[in-house]
């Protein structure tokens, strides 16, 4: 078993006297397993189970003592031997430790883990981010925050943000000022109520993954008149809603210079655009231009 011991110190009106409300206490180190899982998981997949166990307290503010302890999910191969078969594949307890609660400094900046990583950062997004050997320089403005390319990689996880998010989140209760993380040897990093958007998650980033323009017979179902000018059409598979960009097809039937009926259809040039977003796949298609319209079959063709 790996294992790496560090500190939670609450401080502030609330806990004066020693004690805590198990509300403010239980939902924070909820969060920190659930970080500490979820980094596991990142660096180590499924193959080792961490947990975060509390150890004894203090008093004068509210002091937790935390082990993460580190299994792997094969009982017949000991975490000892798995490291040596796979060193550059497993991040041990007390590396992982670091990856998340690490203070430190540079000449010009700070130093750390993912938490004082988030701190620095203050929401922001990089000026730029440079790697120097093994180390992650990330830059804002004249001041940058030496790291480690692991940490960056817990710093883009969702599963590790949210689990830092709702750790964060017991600022928000009255009689809570600060909150400080402490390893055996190292300084205090200290959160207080003003870290608070620091913790927060930034929107999902949207990947392009198509972007093209290809001709389309689109059968009319229903057609709009507002200003997005959004109709309801079909490609003979399910139907969707696109945005009409031709603006002299849509003059035309402003003025009733084109009449439509049922079965109708368009020749259209359709702009189709797929993205990857933090809720999954989304796609938008937009009319580009009119080529022609056809309107339905009135008759039998017998011959």
């Known amino acids: ?30 969060a920190l397993g659930d970080v500490f899982q979820a980094a596991s998981d990142v660096l ?9 166990r509390v150890k004894a307290t203090d008093h004068a503010c509210f002091e937790v003592d935390l082990s993460v302890a580190q299994t792997v999910k094969d009982a017949v191969t000991s975490l000892l031997a ?16 670091e990856l998340i609660l690490m203070t430190g400094g540079g000449m010009a ?16 997004k990089p000026d730029r981010v440079e790697q120097r050997g093994g180390e992650i320089h990330v830059h804002i403005g004249d001041k940058y925050f030496v790291t480690n390319p692991k940490t960056i990689d817990l710093a883009e996880n969702v599963n590790v943000r949210e689990g830092a998010r709702k750790f964060a989140s017991v600022l928000r209760n ?4 600060s909150i400080a993380t402490k390893q055996q040897g190292e ?17 999902p980033v949207e990947e392009e993954l198509v972007d093209e323009v290809r001709q389309m017979n689109l059968q009319i179902i229903s057609l709009s008149f507002k200003d997005d000018n959004k109709w309801r059409v079909t490609d003979g598979a399910e139907p969707f809603s696109a945005a ?14 084109i009449s439509f009926a049922k079965g109708d259809y368009l020749v259209c040039e359709v702009r189709e655009r797929q993205m990857s977003t933090g809720q999954g796949l989304k796609k938008e298609r937009t009319i580009v231009k009119v080529l022609r319209h056809r309107p339905a079959d ?3 063709k017998l011959i």
């Not at 490291?83 to 991040?91: G, L, M, R």
């Not at 130093?111 to 922001?124: S, W, Y």
């Not at 849509?250 to 210079?257: D, I, M, P, R, Y």
């Open 1 to 30: 078993m790996s294992e790496a011991n560090f500190k939670i110190i609450f401080r502030g009106s609330a806990v004066d006297d020693g004690e805590i409300d198990v509300r403010d206490l239980a939902p924070a180190l909820l």
């Open 44 to 52: 180590n997949g499924d193959r080792v189970k961490t947990v975060v």
């Open 82 to 97: 798995f490291s040596t078969e796979n060193k550059d594949a497993i991040a041990a307890a007390k590396e992982l430790a």
């Open 109 to 124: 900046g700070f130093g750390g883990g993912l938490f004082g990583l988030l701190k620095f950062l203050k929401g922001r």
């Open 174 to 177: 009255s009689g809570i000022d």
């Open 187 to 203: 300084p205090e990093e200290v959160f207080t109520k003003a870290d608070l958007p620091s913790f927060e998650l930034p929107p």
């Open 244 to 257: 009409i960009e031709d603006s002299e097809f849509l003059k035309q039937v402003a003025n009733s210079e």
């Open 298 to 300: 009135r008759q039998l």
